[in-house]
C-alpha cells in the first residue's frame, strides 16, 4: 500500500530562510525528543491528537516511545528550538503568537493555498540548526486544522520518522560502509544490503538459503533468508511460520513470542511488504528481546529480511531503529 501525502508538503519555498545552513549550529537533544510549538484556544483541544499521532510506542519488551513530545508556547519556544524535532501548530482565524508566527513564516501565495484548503502542512530541514526536521500544521480555521490532524495523524508521524531515519542513515553509514561485503552477497545470492561496520556474517545455510549476520555491544542481528513463492505468500502468517522455522535452527534457538505481534503493510523498494514487530525469546536459557521482520516477494522468488536486538541493560528502540534503517535499505 504506497504512501499518500492528501496535501502538498512544500520543501524549499514555504518556509522563510533563516540564514545559511553551514553557520547554524547542530540540532541538539535526542532524537526522539520533539517540541511540540501550539498555544491559544485551541491548543488543549489538539493535544490528544498530537500524542496519539506521535507518541507510538514499540514493545521490547517494556513500552519505549518512538517519540517524547513536550508542548511550549511562544514565550517558551527558544530553548527547544534548536530540537531536532520541532512541530508548529496554528490557525489563520487565531491571533495566539504561534499562529502569527507561522503567518509571517508562509508568502502571500502559500496562505492563500492555506485559505482555500490545498495546503495544510509543510516541512523544512535545518530551520533553526542542522540536522532539524520542522513541521508546519496549519488551517485556515482552528476547526479545518484540528480535522487535519484527526484525520491525518499517520502522515504526521511519517513526516518526523523519514527524516529522522535519513539522520540515522546519514550517522549508521559515515564512519565505514562496508561495501566489499555487500557486494559480495549480491555476486553469491543476487540480492543487495548496506552493510554498516562492526556487522560480520556469522552462519548462512540453504533450502532455505540465508545469511545472517551480528554485531556486539549490544548484540544485533540480521537475516535475509529466500526461497520460491508467490505474491500471495506475503501474509502475516507465512512471515512469522518462516522465521520460527528459520530461527529454530540457530546455534541459539529461538522462537517468537505469539502474544506480541504487531503488524502492517509497507514498500521496500517499490515492493508491497509486510513488517512485523514482536518479541522473541530463546529456547532453554533465558533470553529474548525485540524483533523487527518483512516479507516482500519479487519475481517468484520470497525475502525474509529480519533483525534482533538483545539487549537486556539498557533501552532497546534506537536499536531497532538501526535495524529498520538498514532492512529497508534491501534490493532483490
Known sequence: MKRTIPVLV?????????????????????????????????????KPYVRRALERSIRTPQDEKRFYTTFVTEDSLGPVSRWQNVLLIGALDSDDQISQRIQRMLDGEVLEGV??????????????????????????????????????????????????????????????EQEELADSLRKANGWTLRIPHDFGVVSSGTNPGFVRLRRFYPDRFLTVSWREGTADDVNDSTLLAWKDSLAAGFADPQQINPAFVDSREMMIGGLRAIEVHGLWETKGAIGGGPYVSYLLHDEGTLYLLDGQVFAPDRSKELYIRQLEVVLNSFQP
Open 115 to 176: 485559505r482555500s484548503g490545498k495546503y495544510a502542512v509543510f516541512r523544512q530541514k535545518d530551520v533553526w540548526a542542522r540536522g532539524q526536521a520542522v513541521v508546519v500544521v496549519v488551517g485556515a480555521t482552528r476547526a479545518s486544522m484540528m480535522s487535519w490532524l484527526q484525520a491525518n495523524g499517520d502522515e504526521l508521524y511519517n513526516l518526523f520518522k523519514e527524516a529522522r531515519d535519513e539522520r540515522m542513515a546519514k550517522k549508521l553509514y559515515s564512519v565505514y
Open 10 to 46: 512544500l520543501i524549499l519555498t514555504v518556509i522563510l530562510a533563516t540564514g545559511c545552513s553551514v553557520l547554524k549550529r547542530d540540532a541538539s537533544e535526542g532524537d526522539t525528543l520533539l517540541a511540540v510549538a501550539v498555544e491559544g484556544s485551541h491548543a488543549e483541544l489538539v
